[in-house]
């Protein structure tokens, strides 16, 4: 047993519900002093679930990415070829996630997670449905058709957000991809492979667009469709919705305009592009 309290407890189920699989997108700090932390609050979401149901996290690894592409901090350029020479290759049971916190950063070491495995855009499963989401993730299809993003709409996994808004829900970007949103090619992902016992950085096609930060514009059209759940678990806020129903309703947004989920950074330059792109004829 963790040593999670029984009203946290009973928060996690309600947020959960009777989903079979579970994409969680969490900031455990929200949910305020816990004791044990991150370890207890992991180890309380699989109990939670128990034996019959599967939990799926993110598990990117941007760490891998070409340095030229880094934003966040950038990397200097002078510094480029030293990074991409000491580049690890990517290990599914090796390679950390990139800065998505404490559940990622223990479920891939899990003794039975399972992590697809696209050295970028990975995501780890634990239950008895992760073998089989996990089993595939194109190299070149990192958010499309042949990734586990539509596995886990086949089985309307409930996509529940942990003190974390709709910037993080990573599902955005397949509905992006299915709309063929027009700025699709902007986005690059580009890492180190072993080809035939050679070091390369190859690209991958694109699916999906490359910045998160403008998928607050669906908020409004989700209350309106009455699909998502409110809850707290501790203090944090918690978002839960069926992946189907994102899916439509982010469909509907994106027919009625395809710049819909651009951010209005005027720092970022991926989605100030795409607003250029999308304008002229
Ligand atoms: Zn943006």
């Known amino acids: 047993m963790s040593s999670l309290s029984s009203e946290l407890r009973r928060d996690l189920e309600a947020a959960f519900g009777d989903a079979r699989v579970v994409m969680l997108h969490a900031a455990p700090r929200e949910i305020g002093l816990v004791d044990g932390g991150g370890r207890a609050i992991f180890d ?3 109990e939670v679930l128990g034996p019959s149901r599967t939990l799926v996290v993110p598990a990117f690894t941007n760490q891998l990415t070409d340095p030229s592409h880094w934003v966040n901090p950038p990397a200097p350029p ?9 580049m690890p290759l990517f290990d599914p ?7 998505l916190g404490a559940i990622p950063a223990l479920a891939y070491r899990h003794l039975r997670a399972a992590r697809s495995p696209h050295p970028v855009m990975s995501l ?6 992760a073998e089989g989401l996990m089993q595939s993730h194109a ?5 499309g058709r042949r990734s586990p993003w539509p596995r886990l709409v086949e089985v309307d996994a409930r996509v529940v957000l942990l003190g974390v808004g709709l910037t993080r829900c990573t599902l955005v970007h397949y509905a992006e991809h299915l709309a063929g949103v027009p700025y699709e090619d902007l986005a690059t992902c580009t890492f180190p492979l072993e080809i035939e016992g050679e070091r390369h950085f190859v690209e991958a096609e694109p699916s999906g667009g490359d910045c998160s930060e403008g998928f607050d514009a669906l908020f409004p059209h989700l ?4 699909v998502v759940e ?7 806020r918690t ?3 069926s992946a189907r129903d994102l899916l439509r309703v982010a469909a509907e947004v994106l027919r009625a305009d395809p710049l819909a989920l651009l951010c209005n950074f005027v720092t970022c330059h991926l989605c100030s592009r795409a607003r250029v792109d999308g304008a002229s004829p």
């Open 44 to 46: 309380g979401i699989l």
């Open 78 to 86: 002078e510094r480029w070829e030293t990074i991409r020479a000491e």
């Open 93 to 99: 049971h090796e390679t950390p996630p990139y800065q």
């Open 124 to 129: 780890v499963a634990i239950g008895p449905d």
């Open 139 to 143: 190299i070149t299809d990192p958010m």
């Open 223 to 226: 209350e309106r469709a009455r």
């Open 230 to 236: 409110h809850r707290r678990v501790g203090r944090a």
């Open 239 to 241: 978002m839960s919705f």
